[in-house]
């Protein structure tokens, strides 16, 4: 079996999902910003995968980025404080 076809259909369907949670966000009229972590962790992200040839280094940034998205989703769930 060709191996390009798993990867198609895992990117359609992630692209998939996306579509369906930005219609959902945008539909509650509960817009959301994007924080400066949260734009961290996905640079990070990012850059993990620009980097996949040194395995060592891109695993790692993907490491820290979905780290630093944790931190941020445990930051918004706890509310605004004051």
Partial sequence: ???????????VG???ILG???YAT??????T???PLSGLAFACVFAGILLGEERL?????IAV????ALV???HKSRGPVG
């Avoid at 079996?1 to 990117?11: A, D, H, Q, R």
């Fill in 57 to 61: 280094i891109g695993y790692g940034l």
């Fill in 72 to 74: 941020d989703i445990w």
């Fill in 1 to 11: 079996m060709n191996m390009t076809l798993p990867y198609i259909v895992i990117s």
């Fill in 33 to 35: 910003r994007v924080t």
């Fill in 14 to 16: 992630s692209l998939l």
């Fill in 20 to 22: 369906m949670l930005a």
């Fill in 26 to 31: 945008l539909k509650s009229g509960r817009p």
């Fill in 65 to 68: 980025g979905v780290v630093l």
